[in-house]
């Protein structure tokens, strides 16, 4: 059934679901490891942290796409930096197991390698192209690969939320195809011929191919920028007026390394012919930076 059926004339729906944690679909994850992005996760996490005083800390990307593309490195980062200022780090190794190729891959080689040099340079060992198949009491399986931890810190697997899989809606990358620019969900990405007229999807659930073949990241910076066209585009239309917004696909983040420090990465993702990113070398002022940009946390999440 076609999603505008359902609806009266001249209704526009927005689509902003996110992408939702899907932790059994790696057997033994939930019941043997620490997930980073659950609140009662981080709150153990930083409990284990202040308690360990030897042994092996593993942190696992489970599976691609995830949310916030840098933040199993911070973690990883600031999980160091704690043991550091603890006086155990010398007897806890730090690891880090991804299935990606580097280190936040859609931001190109130069970024991954400023990223890879941050982690060797604190002594973590950074296992790229390692995918997560299971975990057991204190062990997990990288395929045969079978890896121990004392305390094992995960991302969990995403998915599209299963109201947008019962609907329908997804294409083969599991999530929502949308215009890069007025994000109207599409039927076919490659024409960027429109599923429905006036249906949109922004955020994690959606999916943008860019012009090098990776997809957009899920971030929160996105998000915001995409809901801002799309409101401006629904008032344009509510006034009589042609939608003129676009979203351009640029974005920014702050990287948290511990140290009082931040790195910050910034640039144009929808660049042909793949995006072009910096990373500016970390700093205390990025760092204020950061906790000042985390304040517009309090106006997204007004209750």
């Keep these: 059934m076609r999603v505008a059926a359902l609806l009266p004339a001249a209704t526009d729906i927005v689509i902003a679901l996110g992408?939702?944690?899907a932790p059994d679909a790696v057997p033994g994850l939930r019941e043997h490891a620490l997930n980073l992005y659950d609140p009662d996760g981080a709150v153990a996490i930083r409990d284990a942290l202040t308690s360990i005083t030897a042994g092996r800390v593993?942190?696992?990307i489970a599976r691609t796409p995830f949310r916030c593309p840098a933040a199993p490195y911070e973690a990883t980062m600031l999980a160091e930096w704690m043991l550091r200022r603890r006086g155990v780090r010398d007897r806890v190794?730090?690891?880090?197991?991804?299935?990606?190729?580097?280190?936040?891959?859609?931001?190109?080689?130069a970024v991954g390698s400023a990223l890879r040099s941050l982690l060797v340079d604190r002594g973590i060992d950074y296992r790229p192209e390692r995918t997560l198949t299971g975990v057991t009491p204190g062990s997990a399986l990288f395929g045969d690969d079978e890896v121990p931890f004392d305390?094992?810190?995960a991302v969990p697997p995403h998915r599209a939320p299963a109201a947008i899989l019962a609907a329908g809606l997804t294409d083969a990358t599991g999530y929502v195809p949308v215009h890069p620019q007025t994000l109207e969900i599409l039927s076919d990405p490659e024409t960027l011929e429109k599923r429905e007229p006036a249906v949109f999807a922004i955020g994690d659930a959606t999916s943008i191919r860019l012009m090098n073949g990776l997809l957009l990241p899920k971030a929160g910076v996105f998000v915001e920028a995409q809901a801002r066209v799309?409101?401006?585009n629904i008032a344009a239309e509510i006034r009589g007026e042609e939608p003129r917004a676009r979203f351009d696909g640029r974005g920014f983040c702050y990287i948290e390394e511990g140290d009082g420090l931040a790195a910050y990465g910034s640039g144009n993702f929808y660049a042909y012919p793949e995006p072009r990113i910096t990373l500016d070398a970390p700093s205390a002022a990025y760092k204020r930076a950061k906790h000042e940009f985390e304040r517009v946390l309090d106006t997204w999440f007004l209750a």
């Design 19 to 21: 992408a939702e944690l």
């Design 58 to 60: 593993v942190v696992a």
């Design 93 to 109: 190794e730090i690891a880090l197991y991804t299935p990606e190729k580097q280190p936040m891959p859609v931001a190109g080689p």
């Design 151 to 153: 305390l094992l810190i």
């Design 230 to 232: 799309v409101a401006a």
